[in-house]
């Protein structure tokens, strides 16, 4: 492990001698991609930094230990030696959890949506309630939160709603959200007061950047509609919404969010290029032998990952078996220990995958 870190530590001053370079600071997307490999190693250095310390302390108070004719001296040092033995097994799993080779996409920017399942109104108004919750996840991270499209539901909610998320970590963050989401609760249209059960499926995309992926303009068809607002009302007399088609793959996207047709087709554009990336990431996963399948989820639309009960203001995670009874506070954003319990769960099982390769 020693020898690893050693060689990061190295990396990390060779890419902030390169981060300092003036060719770097004049190339905008190089300058991004070292900066941001610069931090991710940061954190590491700067454990293994203290790690570093710690075992010059052991050294220290064992010499003293051996050496000291003060028997008052040689008590304080085991008691310094015994609390930084502690430390020093802490800092080693912490620095092992460091080590584990990280998802390249934890990083990147998504693309969210979000749409209703079963449940007829209840569930597009489920749907409108996982929306806000995000929204309020976001701002608590910091991160930038706008909506590409959607489709309203009859009764409010969401049919469909699109959304871009831009920060820090945010796939890292919000891709133990993919998959399908329960509800079971009064509906406001229930006369009997009985408990209805209703669904809604989240899927995260990776943002892609261009040098991952290329897009021949020439596959996609674009076509040009007036967007509209509830109740069928245009947006705009203009046809500002576009919706793009890429032809061999069939995947379709639509943008009506702004009034210029420009902005709404870049948009459009930055939701296709997640599509295909998400449908390249999943070919590559199927071509690699004996691929395993996690406990915390494959982003599958068709795991079932959640239940929110109202009656009981109970939220349950399915595949980590963990529960709250603190809906009000997970609906209003306050996803952390969910996020925190999934990381932990994930860093496990890459542990005992590599221990097994």
């Not at 970590?169 to 998959?179: H, Q, W």
């Not at 954003?333 to 390769?357: H, P, Q, V």
Request: negative net charge.
């Amino acid at each position: 492990m020693i020898d690893k870190l050693e060689e990061l530590n190295k990396k990390y001053l060779e890419v902030e001698g390169e981060l300092s370079k003036p060719e770097t600071v004049s190339d905008l997307n190089l300058f991004k991609k070292l900066n941001k490999e610069y931090k991710s190693l940061g954190k590491i250095v700067e454990a293994y930094q203290q790690h570093k310390a710690t075992m010059v302390g052991i050294d220290e108070a064992k010499k003293i230990i051996e050496t000291e004719k003060d028997e008052e001296f040689r008590e304080i040092a085991k008691k310094e030696l015994e609390a930084l033995l502690v430390k020093k097994t802490e800092e080693e799993g912490a620095l092992k959890v460091l080590l584990i080779p990280k998802d390249p996409n934890d990083e990147k920017n998504v693309i969210l949506e979000i749409r209703a399942g079963t449940g007829g109104d209840e569930a597009a108004i489920f749907a409108g309630d996982l929306l806000r919750m995000y929204q309020l996840y976001s701002e608590k991270n910091k991160w930038a939160f706008n909506v590409v499209t959607f489709n309203e539901g009859s009764s409010g909610g969401y049919k469909e709603i699109v959304c871009s998320v831009e920060g820090e970590d945010v796939y890292g963050k919000l891709k133990f959200e993919a998959g399908t989401h329960r509800v079971q609760r009064v509906p406001n249209t229930e006369t009997q007061g009985r408990v209805h059960t209703s669904a809604a499926t989240v899927a995260v995309l990776p943002e892609a950047e261009d040098v991952e992926l290329e897009i021949n303009i020439a596959d996609i068809r674009k076509d040009t509609y007036r967007a509209s607002g509830a109740g069928g009302q245009h947006v705009n007399k203009t046809e500002s919404a576009v919706r793009l088609t890429h032809e061999p793959t069939g995947v379709v996207v639509e943008c009506q969010d702004g009034r210029s047709q420009h902005a709404n087709y870049d948009k459009a554009m930055k939701v296709l290029r997640s599509k295909l990336y998400e449908l390249e990431i999943k070919k590559q996963n199927e071509e690699i032998a004996g691929q395993r399948k996690s406990m915390v989820g494959s982003g599958d639309r068709s795991d079932k990952i959640r239940t929110y009960n109202y009656p009981q203001a109970r939220v349950t995670d399915h595949r980590i078996n963990y529960t709250v009874y603190n809906l009000t506070e997970i609906v209003s954003g306050d996803l952390f220990s969910f996020t925190e319990k999934l990381r932990i769960a994930e860093n496990a099982e890459r542990m005992k995958a590599g221990n097994n390769d």
